[in-house]
Structures are given as C-alpha cells and as structure tokens.
C-alpha cells in the first residue's frame, strides 16, 4: 500500500485557519486522496477526498499539489471542536477495489483558545 | 437511522475469557469492516463483509478471532482465550460501497483485558 507521510502533532489558535500537510511521493493514478479524522473517545468520520482537482465541502478544503505527491487538508477557521487526529489516507478507486483502509498515526491537531 | 452502533461500549474481562462485541451497521449499508486500534497508533483493518460473505481477513486476525455477518446485517466479533494484547479498542464500520468510498465508523468497544 502507497504510504503518506504526515507530522506527529500541529497546534493552531482557535478562529485561525489551519494548513494539515501530507507527503504521498509513490501515490499512483489510481489512487483517491482521503482525510479522515478521529475526534476523543469516537471512530474516525470522513472528511473528504479528492483525486487531481482542489476541493471543497462544508468541512474542509483539500489542495491537492500537481503532481499529486502532496496534499493539504484546510479547516478555514478553527474552532475547539476540530481538535482530533487527523488522518491522510490513499484508498485505490475501481470498481470491486479493495477498499479497506490503511491508517498510518496521523496528525494530532491541538486548537489553543 | 442512527448510524453505526456498537455493543458493549466497554469491556473488561479476565485473561483466558471469550468476549463477544456486536455492530449494526447503517441499514442497507452491504460492506462492514472491523478495525482495531490501539493507544496512539491509528485504526487497524482485522476483516470485511460484503453482505454475509466475509472477504478478506488481516494476519491480525489470529486463529482466537471469529467474525460473523449471518445474515448480512449485523456482525458480530468474538475473541476466544483472551489475552492482555487483546486490550484494544474495536472499531466497526460500514459503507455502501456502490454509492461513496466512505466508510462510517461506530463508536468503538473498548475491551480491557486483566
């Protein structure tokens, strides 16, 4: 499975924006960008994925870098309740693909009032 | 529908004892996954259902564990002789894969093992 590369631990202030980066070097055609995050003491939920192109959703932004070895996951205001791990996932698309997901430790995200 | 939930939240139990966890997934959701995660490090796939049809299963999945979907509903995941590096939280989640890539996760069953 491709790996992704993400920092252990990131602090922001609260009301900032926030820039999560991840490093996928032998990400390959194929493969889907996805974020998940794990708020304390809940299962992971789904932030958002993406393949070439930036995107948007009422969460996050995505930016994805041209050449699709790196990412950024942007929360454009912080708040105390987006503190979690988050984690930057590469997940094969296809048909009868399978589809488990392979979580590396991701990035604990600490918000300071 | 309420989304993913799991049962017991939480478990403790004596070396050498079977345990039994449950999950029901989101209605009409085909596929169901296990994950096991442990402090500090991010969820680990165990094994997944397509319907009743258990399709893959992780070398994590040692001959102790069991996992059923009868009836391609819920599931459930038992550990037989369990032993203190069974201490871990156990995570379900499903996802109707024809629709959307994402999985949702259940709360999780934290099982303690002494």
């Known amino acids: 499975d491709a790996k992704t590369t993400q920092p252990n631990s990131m602090e922001s202030n609260e009301e900032e924006p926030v820039h999560l980066p991840c490093n996928h070097s032998?990400?390959?055609?194929?493969?889907?960008i996805h974020w998940y995050r794990q708020l304390p003491s809940q299962g992971p939920e789904y932030v958002i994925h993406g393949l070439t192109s930036n995107v948007n959703n009422r969460m996050a932004s995505l930016a994805i870098a041209e050449d699709r070895k790196s990412s950024t996951l942007i929360l454009h205001r912080a708040t105390l309740r987006d503190a979690a791990v988050y984690y930057c996932i590469l997940r094969p698309r296809g048909g009868n693909r399978d589809d488990k997901i392979i979580f590396g430790k991701g990035t604990r995200l600490h918000i300071l009032p | 529908d309420t989304g993913v939930s799991q049962n017991p939240r939480h478990k403790i139990t004596k070396r050498g004892q079977n345990v039994t966890f449950r999950c029901d997934p989101i209605?009409?959701?085909?596929?169901l996954y296990w994950y096991r995660q442990t402090l500090g490090q991010g969820p680990e796939f165990l094994t997944y259902f397509q319907n009743e049809a258990q399709l893959e299963k992780s070398r994590l999945l040692s001959d102790r564990f069991s996992a059923e979907r009868p009836k391609g509903s819920f599931s459930t995941l038992e550990i037989q002789r369990t032993e203190q590096g069974d201490s871990a939280m156990y995570l379900c989640?499903?996802?109707?894969?024809?629709?959307?890539?994402?999985?949702?996760f259940g709360p999780g069953t934290r099982l303690t093992v002494t």
């Open positions: 209605s009409e959701h085909n596929r």
């Open positions: 989640a499903s996802s109707l894969v024809e629709v959307s890539y994402e999985q949702y």
């Open positions: 032998t990400i390959s055609g194929t493969d889907y």
